[in-house]
């Protein structure tokens, strides 16, 4: 790889945050719609378990 310089250096080193801050907000998209998926699928076992055990 070619010496950068001191300025070169830096906005190199800008992409690569910038890369990386929009790499984990993807993440965190990601982990958001899991969470989502998580929980509506625990209503949904909460809804079966009732439908399975009828109240007395």
Partial sequence: MAKLTPKGQEQD??????KLENDL???KIRI?????R???QHDEIE???KAVKPKK
């Fill in 25 to 27: 907000d993807h993440q």
């Fill in 32 to 36: 958001d719609a899991l969470k989502k």
């Fill in 13 to 18: 080193h800008q992409i690569r945050i910038r």
């Fill in 38 to 40: 998580v929980v509506s």
């Fill in 47 to 49: 809804k079966l378990r």
